[in-house]
């Protein structure tokens, strides 16, 4: 098992920035790809980013140029530094992590972009 912890959500204003944080534990040895999704109010849940193990990314066309993922492999650690946020981008962000095809997910933290 995997247990996926997410960090770093809050009230941000609109131009402003924030850094997710994501921590996974447990039998972390065959993790391959983590990342993150969020849902907002309403909608369905939709891919942010998400990193493979040998550092490939993939960005939703909402948030590239905006949002940079990061990895730490021997921490079993991904971040999602996300600039420029917009009120669209107001939702539950929730950091995955797929182990031997597997899929386990965090918590949810939730961010909310408001003046």
């Known amino acids: 098992q995997v247990q996926v912890v997410e960090s770093g959500g809050g009230l941000v204003q609109p131009g402003g920035s924030l850094r997710l944080d994501c921590a996974a534990t447990g039998s972390t040895l065959d993790i391959y790809d983590m990342g993150w999704s969020r849902q907002a109010p309403g909608k369905q849940r939709e891919l942010v980013a998400y990193s493979t193990r040998s550092g490939s990314t993939n960005y939703a066309d909402s948030v590239k140029g905006r949002a940079t993922i990061s990895r730490d492999n021997a921490k079993n650690t991904v971040f999602l530094q996300m600039n420029s946020l917009k009120p669209e981008d107001t939702a539950v962000y929730y950091c995955?992590?797929?182990?031997?095809?597997?899929?386990?997910w965090g918590q949810g933290t939730l961010v909310t972009v408001s003046s």
């Open positions: 995955f992590a797929v182990n031997r095809n597997r899929e386990f």
